[in-house]
T-cell receptor, first 111, second 111 residues
Framework: DAGVTQSPTHLIKTRGQQVTLRCSPK?????VSWYQQALGQGPQFIFQ???????QRGNFPDRFSGHQFPNYSSELNVNALLLGDSALYLC??????????FGPGTRLTVT | GDSVTQMEGPVTLSEEAFLTINCTYT??????LFWYVQYPGEGLQLLLK?????DKGSNKGFEATYRKETTSFHLEKGSVQVSDSAVYFC??????????FGAGTTVTVRA
């Protein structure tokens, strides 16, 4: 049983560019959450998707957007990248429980 | 808002020493509490959980008890190993939605 998978593993972008990160949830899970983890800090909640809708959103600007597909996989899009967007982006999946299972993350570096 | 405060690190121990990482929370409702562990270069793994007051979560020799009266969920292990070196995050969730994490505590165990 595959766990949560994310792609790509690493990514380097230039300021002002746009990036798309992808996540496939654990089998049987229908809810996907995205978190940003800056170096040396705890993860910060970006948003959560359920039934292809954004269910809740954290304190992130509109440059951060997402999508969930009918197969429950999800994308995180970030527009107009800033240096401060450099972080580890974590995807977590769940299904009607409080337990969220995390993927290995995508390391985004903005230069 | 809902938040978690955990003991600042880093913490350095010798093998077989006793480990305690303090965690306290602030919440408007009745949270579920978690400890996650992050090994170098990896995503987060759920270590243990407790969903109501006086519950004790345990896994891999680690334990934590949900104390409503002191709003705490301290992590303990009686005899640490080098393989326990990691960053430990305390977290809470009120609904099915976002996890709120502490800043993390880096633990290094020396042989």
């Amino acid at each position: 049983d595959a766990g949560v998978t994310q792609s790509p593993t690493h990514l380097i972008k230039t300021r002002g560019q746009q990036v798309t990160l992808r996540c496939s949830p654990k089998s049987g899970h229908d809810t996907v959450s995205w978190y940003q983890q800056a170096l040396g800090q705890g993860p910060q909640f970006i948003f959560q998707y359920y039934e292809e809708e954004e269910r809740q959103r954290g304190n992130f600007p509109d440059r951060f957007s997402g999508h969930q597909f009918p197969n429950y996989s999800s994308e995180l899009n970030v527009n107009a990248l800033l240096l401060g967007d450099s972080a580890l982006y974590l995807c977590a999946s769940s299904s009607l429980t409080y337990e969220q299972y995390f993927g290995p993350g995508t390391r985004l570096t903005v230069t | 808002g809902d938040s978690v405060t955990q003991m600042e690190g880093p913490v350095t121990l010798s093998e077989e020493a006793f480990l305690t990482i303090n965690c306290t929370y602030t919440a408007t409702g009745y949270p579920s509490l978690f400890w996650y562990v992050q090994y170098p270069g990896e995503g987060l793994q759920l270590l243990l959980k407790a969903t109501k007051a006086d519950d004790k979560g345990s896994n891999k020799g680690f334990e934590a008890t949900y104390r409503k009266e002191t709003t705490s969920f301290h992590l303990e292990k009686g005899s640490v190993q080098v393989s326990d070196s990691a960053v430990y995050f305390c977290a809470l969730v009120i609904s099915y939605y976002k996890l709120s994490f502490g800043a993390g505590t880096t633990v290094t165990v020396r042989a």
